[in-house]
C-alpha cells in the first residue's frame, strides 16, 4: 500500500525508479518505473539482479525479520548513497514512559511478534552503521491506510452493522488516542528523506501528527456511512479478546495504548510538510471504494455474532 504510492510520487517528483519483486506487484506502478524480478530475502538473487550498478538510495519495504535483511549492510554498503529501512512506530515501549513519542523514545517490545522483529531488524542495522560506513536511515510510519483500507479491526463488518442499527465494539472507553495518516501523505512526506544526507545516521517518525480517539475513529466511519447515531459498544481488550482471541494480541500491545508523537525531526528533515488528506476525506474515499466494489463488502457472520455476545 505505502510502497506504491511512494513509486507513484518517486515518479512524480523525478526520480530515477527501480522496483525489485518477485513477482508482478498486486498494485498498478507507473510506466516509468523499471521492474525486475527477484526474492529481496535472497541475497545472492539481490546481487544478480542490483550488484552491477550504483544506487543513490535503496529502500527496504519488506524486513520482518532479521534473516530477511541478510547480507544487506555488506552488499548496499558497498553499492548504495542509501538505505532506508521500513520500520514501524510500534517498536516502541508499551505504555510509553512519556508523551509525546520521540525518534529516542525506548524501542522495548518483549511479546508482540511484528514489533519485537522489528526491533531485532534495527538493532541488526544501527549496529552496521555504527561498525562501518552503512548509510543507514530508518523510516518508522504509524497506522497508514489508504482507500482500499478500512482502519478498524472490523474492517467492513463495522460499517454493515452500523447501518443496519446493530452495536459495533470499540475497545476500552473510546478515547486512547491515536494516529493515522493516509498512504499519498506518508508519500509527500518520504520521498524527500531520499537522497538526503541530513537523514542518514537518523531514525524518523513519519506519521501526520494528527490526533484521533478511537470513538472520533468509529464515528467518522460511521459519517462517511451515512449513519449519523451508530450504537458503539464499549468493552475491555480482555473482554473483547475473549470473545475474539485474534485481536488480542494487537490490543493488548498495541491498539489500547494513547500514542502522540512529536514530528519535530520530520519537519526539520522535510520543510513544510502536512498532510492534504483529512481523516473525513479519507474514510468518504474508503467508503465509495468498497461501494464502487460490491466483492470487498464481506461480513464476517462469526465477528458480528461475537460483537452480539459482548453486547448483551
Known sequence: MIGSAVAAEAVSAGIDLTVVTRGEPRRSLPPEVRQIRADVRDIAQV????????WDAVVNWVGFSPSDQAGHPELF???AGQYVFISTCSVYARPVPQLP????SP???????????????????????????????????????????IPVLSGW????????????????????LWTLMHSSDFARAFVPLLGNGH?????????????????????????????????????SSETIAGEW?????????DFRHTMLFDTAKLQRLVPGFAPRVSLAQGLREV????EENPDLQKADAALAAAFDRLSA
Open 107 to 149: 524501542l522495548r517490545q518483549p511479546s508482540f511478534s511484528y514489533a519485537r522483529d522489528k526491533v531485532e531488524c534495527e538493532v541488526e542495522l544501527w549496529d552496521a552503521y555504527r561498525d562501518g560506513d552503512f548509510p543507514l536511515t530508518v523510516v518508522r510510519p504509524f497506522h497508514t491506510y489508504d482507500k482500499t483500507t
Open 47 to 54: 546481487k544478480d539482479a542490483v550488484g552491477g550498478r550504483e
Open 287 to 290: 467508503v465509495a471504494h468498497y
Open 199 to 235: 537523514a542518514i545516521g537518523e531514525a524518523v517518525n513519519v506519521v501526520s501528527g494528527d490526533i484521533t480517539t478511537w470513538d472520533q475513529i468509529h464515528l467518522m466511519l460511521a459519517s462517511a456511512a451515512g449513519v449519523r447515531h451508530p450504537n458503539l459498544v464499549h468493552r
Open 157 to 176: 463488518t463495522a460499517i454493515d452493522r452500523m447501518r443496519r442499527g446493530e452495536p459495533v465494539v470499540v475497545h476500552g472507553d473510546g478515547t486512547s
Open 77 to 79: 554498503g558497498a553499492i
Open 245 to 253: 482471541p485474534g485481536w488480542a494480541e494487537v490490543l493488548d500491545q
Open 101 to 104: 513519542i520521540t525518534e529516542s
